[in-house]
Each structure stands twice: as structure tokens, then as C-alpha cells.
């Protein structure tokens, strides 16, 4: 008879080899004693890269870094009690922006529940609305069959990505001892359960319908926040030159940057949608929406402004319209979206259209508010992903990046837009690209200094803005508050400095912008972990 701690041990081995099977390739482990079966089995499995985080809030970041920049499910694993309960913030933010987590809870048994015991607490269904399923595991049985948790876990990581990526939750109890007894024995895995997701196709009958609303008339193409697929940068600015209208880009929309034709991107509409004479001359008739609602306040009033048409192109099950005035929703992948609109001969916008949005937007140049984005551009060196913190840092980005043939990369958590985590998500895009940059405000850096500890050994660039607390608040009418500077400006008294020596990061201050450009070339040349920090009286 197989005592318990081998037992559990077997039955962890069986899951893991599972989820490997089904293409999990990444593992990200808090330690902890009830979950020493499953944290056992994965540090023991060839075909996982484990990576250990103390700090189960940190360690949840850094896997949604990672299954955003990898695009594959990432197993993330804690003990019982309140460690999971620190992933929240995580699983919120994944379950908003579609990236596939698989949360493991370890738990006590049914015995231990709802009597006292030590680090227990009702884990079930812990994480509510925000995972796409929740799957409460009885403790492992003696004789269990392979093939349940097999294909348990196929349909896990199915359910993590298709039709709408995003957490699942598992809660496995163990009972105790949790330490097999003697050997153990590798697992072979198991034969891989061919999953196939549909290429979702637009409705033939809803494409007729949108190329003749948008043929010949004034429109507009917005582009969001999406996922990055091959060859659909070149579909729709294809389609944008058949049209002959322009495309207002956002940063995260990863269209700015790129060898595709940029001909017709508009990437300065913060400061011409301000200007009330132009964009009453020029209101489109018709919007086409690909991706996330935008960013900036500006822009999304004028994406709801289309006279005849408001139409979103979305493949996920999702509802994004809070401005009420969407008049079509197409289900359709976005890439055949686009070929199948550019297979219908769509006659172009009247003669002038789009040359007014290219004449405003060239004759635009940098008012110097954020010279600080141009010097960081210009100093990532080519192949770096930048991961962008919210509020200030990312409208900073949307207003002043530009454009350019340069390949960029751009990442945001504009999910849920917290200012949590940002820290480790950025180091877990590093951890899939090799290296990365990050763009942050001093109280969003702040908020996840502990995400330092996961720099060490890692090419990453931390650049952190300190403008003495909630800039963003500024702009907004709070400002005009007498309590302004105590309750929402905020200033803090923290020595970005000694985090950056406590944690073994190199520390760089500028005051200026060229003494910040030469610090950020320096920290790219010399490579390893960097805090550069700007100061903005």
C-alpha cells in the first residue's frame, strides 16, 4: 500500500506532466508546506522552467509577465491560507486583459475545514467572477487513474485560453505527510491531447454590410490594445490605404513602430482633438475599432463620435462599448477581418480627407512636456520590449512616442490600469525576452518595491519618474482642491537609492535630460539590473 506522502507526490507528478504535455512550459512557486507536493513535482519536471518568488502578490505579477509576453498559460503555485489571497490584484488584472494563468492552491483537507486549524481558510472558489472556471479537487486517492488528470489538465489549459484567455483556479487539498518516503521516479508524459481553436471568420453577410457602410465615406480606424499577430499590421494599414483614411494608433496597439507602411498613422491626436474648429470640421461618419477601449480621455470621446457608424471588431466574448454608442459588433479575428474587408472593392474616402489628418498631425511638434519619452526611445536599444506603468507614464507614452521604422514593443497592465505589480510584471516580460525596460512613476514603483528582488541576475532597466507623487492627479479637477497635496497628491519620502542597493540593482539619478539619456545608455551598455531615476521638480 502507497503511503500518503508518496501518494500525494505521484498524484502532483501525474497533474504536472499533464499540463507539460499540454504545452505549459513556465512555473512560478512561492514556498510554502502544503504545497510541497506539487512545488516537489514541478522543480522535478524537465520540461518546466520553475522560478521561485517569495512574495506571493510579487510572484503573481511576474507570471502575468510572462504569460503576456510568451502568450502561453503559466502555472502559478502557493500554499494554503492567505497566500493565494495575495494574488488577487493579479488575477483581476488577468482575467481584464485576457492572459492565461493557472492558479494551484494547495489546501487542507475537508477534516481540517471550518474547525480552527492552523493557515485554513475557505479557498473554494476564492478568486469569484474574475476566472473563467474553478475546479475544487478532492485529496488524491490510492489507485487514481492517470488519464482523469490528464485530461483534466488538457481542459484546464483550454479553458485558460479559448474563447476568452484568462485564470483558472484549481484548489487541491493534501493531507499530511507531504514528503514522499524513498525514491521517486521520473514520469514520462503523456500523450498530448490535440486541442485546435478555431480561426474565428467574419460573417460574410455582417462584411458586406460594414464595406458598404465605409465605402466612400469619412471614417476613421482606431487601433488598441491587442494581441500581437503576424501580419495584421500590414492587413489593416492595407486596408487604411484602400480606404484612404487614417489610423489613430495607440502605443499598445504596437503599430507605431515597424518596418509595415505608417503612412497613414496618426500618432499625435492628443494635441490636435483639443483643437474644437478642426475636429468639428472633420467628425467621421463611421469608426472601425480594433482592440482595447483607448487610453486617453480625448480620444475616447471621439471614437464615440462617428455620425452613422461605430463598429468593434472583437474575437474574445467580451462587451466593450461604455460610451453607448457602438452600432455594430463583428466577431471575427481581426487579421480576417481585415482580408476580408480588403477583398470587397471599398471606394476611398472623398478627396481630402485624409490629407487634412496628415497635414494636422505633421505640423505638430514635441511642446518639450515629456522630453524624458524621446530620450528613453531613443536610447532602447532595438529588440527591447518597454513595459509602461499607468496613469502619467502610459498618456506620456500615447502623446509622445512618435513613430519610426525601428522595431518596438510595447507593454501595459491596462486591464483593471492598477498600479500594482508593475514592477514584476516587467521583469516576467524580461524573463521571455531576455531583457526589457520599464517606464514608471515614483508611487507606482513604490507600490511594488518588493518586485526588485526579482531583477537580480536579469537585463532590466527600471526607469522610474519621480515627480513627487500622484502627477497624474494634477490634471484632473481634484487639483483644485484645498486638501489636493495631503489626500491625492501625495508626495513620498523614499530613497529610490537605497531600494535599488537593498535589492543589488545598479543606481543611476538624473535631473535633466541629457544627464538622463547618458544614464540610460550607460545602464543599456553595461547590461544586468538598473534603477535610473529621474527627478521632475
Known amino acids: 500500500m502507497i503511503d500518503t506522502g508518496s501518494l500525494n507526490f505521484h498524484w502532483s507528478q501525474t497533474m504536472v506532466a499533464g499540463f507539460v504535455a499540454a504545452g505549459v512550459t513556465d512555473a512560478v512557486i512561492s514556498p510554502g508546506s502544503r504545497s510541497t507536493p506539487l512545488a516537489l513535482a514541478m522543480l522535478r519536471q524537465p520540461g518546466l522552467r520553475c522560478q521561485m518568488v517569495v512574495d506571493e502578490r510579487s510572484a503573481a505579477f511576474f507570471a502575468l509577465g510572462i504569460a503576456k509576453a510568451s502568450r502561453r498559460p503559466v502555472l502559478l503555485l502557493a500554499t494554503s491560507g492567505t497566500a493565494p489571497a495575495n494574488w488577487l490584484p493579479a488575477v483581476i488584472e488577468a482575467s481584464q486583459a485576457g492572459v492565461s494563468l493557472i492558479l494551484l492552491s494547495a489546501d487542507r483537507p475537508p477534516e481540517l475545514q471550518g474547525c480552527g486549524a492552523n493557515q485554513t481558510v475557505d479557498q473554494i472558489r476564492l478568486f469569484g467572477t474574475h476566472v473563467r472556471a474553478s475546479h475544487a479537487l478532492g485529496t488524491p486517492e490510492a489507485g487514481f487513474a492517470p488519464a482523469y488528470l490528464h485530461r483534466l489538465t488538457s481542459r484546464i489549459v483550454e479553458q485558460a485560453s479559448w474563447p476568452h484567455p484568462g485564470p483558472v483556479h484549481i484548489n487541491q487539498p493534501f493531507r499530511e505527510p507531504l514528503v514522499p518516503t524513498g525514491a ?179 505640423a505638430l511638434t514635441d511642446d518639450g512636456a515629456a522630453t524624458h519619452i524621446t530620450a528613453l526611445l531613443g536610447a532602447l536599444p532595438n529588440g527591447t520590449p518597454l513595459f509602461v506603468g499607468n496613469s502619467l507614464a502610459i498618456r506620456q507614452l500615447d502623446s509622445h512616442s512618435g513613430s519610426g521604422d525601428g522595431p518596438r514593443q510595447f507593454f501595459a497592465n491596462r486591464g483593471a490600469s492598477g498600479i500594482d505589480g508593475n514592477i514584476s510584471s516587467a521583469i516576467g516580460i524580461a524573463a521571455v525576452h531576455g531583457r526589457a525596460a520599464a517606464l514608471l512613476g515614483d508611487l507606482t514603483c513604490q507600490h511594488d518595491l518588493g518586485g526588485l528582488a526579482l531583477a537580480q541576475g536579469r537585463d532590466v532597466v527600471i526607469v522610474v519618474v519621480n515627480n513627487g507623487g500622484g502627477g497624474i492627479f494634477a490634471t484632473l479637477p481634484q487639483a483644485q482642491l484645498p486638501e489636493f497635496e495631503q489626500g491625492w497628491r501625495t508626495p513620498q519620502q523614499i530613497s529610490f537609492q537605497h531600494a535599488a542597493l537593498t535589492f543589488g540593482l545598479g543606481y543611476a539619478n538624473a535631473g535633466s535630460t541629457p544627464a538622463f539619456a547618458a544614464a540610460l545608455r550607460h545602464a543599456f551598455q553595461t547590461g544586468g539590473p538598473w534603477l535610473v531615476e529621474l527627478v521632475l521638480e
Not at 462584411?207 to 503576424?230: F, T
Not at 505608417?262 to 494635441?271: G, I, K, M, T
Request: net charge negative; glycine share 6%; aromatic share 6%.
Open 184 to 362: 521517486t521516479e521520473a514520469s514520462d508524459l503523456p500523450a498530448r491531447i490535440r486541442v485546435g481553436p478555431p480561426k474565428l471568420q467574419p460573417d460574410p453577410a455582417a462584411i458586406d454590410e460594414i464595406a458598404e457602410l465605409i465605402s466612400g465615406r469619412h471614417g476613421l480606424i482606431v487601433c488598441g490594445e491587442q494581441p500581437a499577430a503576424a501580419g495584421f499590421a500590414q492587413a489593416v494599414t492595407a486596408l487604411a490605404a484602400r480606404l484612404d483614411c487614417p489610423i489613430l494608433a495607440e502605443p499598445l496597439s504596437n503599430l507605431r513602430f515597424g518596418p509595415h507602411d505608417r503612412e497613414r498613422l496618426c500618432v499625435r491626436y492628443n494635441h490636435w482633438l483639443n483643437d474644437r474648429e478642426f475636429v468639428d470640421a472633420h467628425r467621421p461618419e463611421w469608426v472601425l475599432h480594433f482592440g482595447a477601449w483607448p487610453v486617453g480621455r480625448q480620444l475616447q470621446n471621439h471614437l464615440a463620435s462617428a455620425s452613422l457608424a461605430l463598429m468593434q471588431i472583437e474575437p474574445w466574448p467580451r462587451w466593450t462599448d461604455p460610451s453607448d454608442k457602438l452600432t455594430h459588433l463583428l466577431r471575427s479575428d481581426p487579421l480576417a477581418a481585415c482580408e476580408a474587408l480588403l477583398a470587397r472593392a471599398s471606394a476611398p474616402a472623398p478627396a481630402g480627407w485624409m490629407s487634412a489628418f496628415a497635414a494636422r498631425d505633421a
